[in-house]
C-alpha cells in the first residue's frame, strides 16, 4: 500500500489538476480550485515517483520506471 503520509499531498493534488485541466481544456488555476485535497491514488503514487525521480537522479532512464514505482508501493 501507498503511504500518503509520506507523498507530498499538493505535488499528487497539482498533477491532478494539470492532467484534468488539460483533457478538459480549461485553466490549471481554474481546475485546481476544483481539485479536492484529496485525490486518488494514481495521483499519490505519480507524485512519489516524481519526487524520487528528481531527487534520485536528473539521469534516470526509463526503463528504471518500473523498479522505482515497485519500490514505491512497497
Do not use: H
Given at each position: ?18 492532467f ?21 491514488d494514481?495521483w ?19 526503463r ?8 514505491i508501493i512497497?
Amino acid at each position: 500500500m501507498l503511504d500518503k503520509s509520506r507523498v507530498d499531498r499538493e505535488l499528487a493534488r497539482r498533477l491532478c489538476a494539470a492532467f484534468v485541466s488539460q483533457q478538459m481544456g480549461v485553466s490549471v488555476a481554474t481546475q485546481y480550485k476544483k481539485t479536492p485535497e484529496d485525490v486518488g491514488d494514481l495521483w499519490y503514487l505519480l507524485a512519489a515517483l516524481a519526487d524520487k525521480l528528481a531527487r534520485e537522479s536528473q539521469n534516470a532512464l526509463y526503463r528504471d520506471l518500473g523498479r522505482l514505482a515497485t519500490e514505491i508501493i512497497q
